[in-house]
């Protein structure tokens, strides 16, 4: 048994590491089998195959998400103008604002259904803002 803040030999009754004096089983820098240091966030260690214990680091939330901007604000907008499709302007989806504007606007002066189909797009995404699971496609007219 190695101590795994130093990799100091350990004998299995010792409380502390006579070496460096941290408790048994703390620290993360060298394999408590080998004695070696594994690969940063390595789950095993490479030299003897032992689990280290070591989580990786969580991922970071997807920098594209919502183009970066604050989920509140665009909630806010997709709900008070949204079928304008301001919200849709502000992440960066022009296509997709674009013809909101246009299918609003065809609607409200011909009092048609183009104006309940963009109510409902909108409250759909509304709901998948709120949620987390809006994507931001640039590229996608609806």
Not at 35 to 44: L, Q, T, W
Not at 51 to 78: F, H, R, S, V
Not at 98 to 113: V, Y
Request: hydrophobic share 45%; charged share 15%.
């Amino acid at each position: 048994m190695f101590c795994k803040h130093c990799g100091a030999e350990m004998n299995e009754f010792q409380a502390v590491c006579l070496n460096c004096g941290v408790k048994k089983g703390d620290g993360m820098r060298f394999c408590a089998y080998c004695g070696k240091e594994p690969a940063m966030y390595a789950r095993f260690c490479n030299n003897c195959g032992a689990p280290t214990g070591i989580k990786p680091p969580a991922p970071a939330k997807d920098p594209n998400y919502l183009a970066g901007n604050e989920m509140l604000l665009i909630a806010l907008l997709c709900f008070f103008v949204g079928g304008f499709g301001v919200h849709n302007f502000v992440m960066g989806e022009n296509k997709k604002g674009a013809a909101k504007l246009i299918l609003t606007f065809c609607g409200l002066i011909s009092c048609g259904i183009t104006t309940i189909a963009c109510a409902v797009i909108t409250l759909i995404e509304f709901v998948n803002i709120l949620t987390d699971k809006y994507v931001v496609n640039t590229e996608k007219w609806f």
